[in-house]
């Protein structure tokens, strides 16, 4: 979905576990690119100045319900009619059963809440890898999307293979736009998908 200078301190990132990662390789900005298949270390948690990322899980259920019934998921993402428990673990299910989805949940340090995620995804219409974020409307504001965001995209940054990430949205979303730019994402272009028009964003 989303993102130079980042302040990565690698000592923040723990418990690797090796997983395939198909890397995206073009000479240009198209959605046409060549697919090889490479590895990297994913990081199941990362850890920042008030915040631990951890990979999301089924537990997860209760938090992913109440996020995407939230004003702003149902605005900026869409409707995913997600209104029971198991719903919500078949939604998660699918999230980490489709490849190259990758899905961080967001809690504070302190009590271990859940306020958001972060989301890395190959989109079968870009080339490159999109990085995304949507948090609770009662943390928005607070600096948790640009401290959670900008470690995911330091330890990102690390890869070769990825030194190009897109990020998209809405053009009236006026808060991931401001987000983006506060990380250093540069427009790229418009495009439509299904009845959407999306601005896209690059590193």
């Known amino acids: 979905m989303l993102q130079f200078v980042f302040n990565c ?3 923040n990132l723990v418990l690797e576990t090796r997983l395939p990662l ?8 198209s959605s046409i690119g060549i697919s090889l298949p490479v590895e990297f270390t994913m990081q199941t948690e990362i ?4 915040l631990l ?4 899980t089924q537990g997860d259920h209760d938090f992913i319900r109440e ?3 939230t004003e702003g998921w149902l605005q900026f993402i869409g409707d995913r009619n997600i209104h029971s428990e198991e719903a919500a673990i078949a939604y998660i299910n699918k999230i980490n059963g489709t490849p190259n989805f990758y899905y961080w949940v967001v809690r504070l340090k302190e009590n ?3 306020v958001g995620i972060i989301t890395f995804i190959k989109r079968d219409y870009f080339t490159y890898f999109d990085i995304g974020f949507a948090f609770l409307p009662d943390y928005n504001g607070k600096g948790y999307a640009y401290e959670a965001a900008n470690e995911v995209l330091s330890f990102i940054k690390l890869q070769p293979q990825l030194q190009t990430v897109l990020a998209t949205t809405l053009p009236g979303n006026v808060r991931s736009i401001n987000l983006l730019a506060r990380l250093v994402f540069h427009f790229d272009r418009e495009i439509v998908v299904g ?3 999306l601005c896209v964003y690059s590193t």
Not at 47 to 50: A, L, Y
Not at 53 to 56: D, E, F, G, P, Y
Request: proline letters at 4%.
């Open 22 to 29: 198909a890397c995206f390789l073009s000479n240009s900005r």
């Open 9 to 11: 301190d690698v000592r």
């Open 112 to 114: 271990h809440r859940p």
């Open 47 to 50: 850890i920042t100045e008030r």
């Open 53 to 56: 990322l951890n990979i999301l």
């Open 67 to 69: 996020l995407v019934n």
């Open 195 to 197: 009845n959407n028009l």
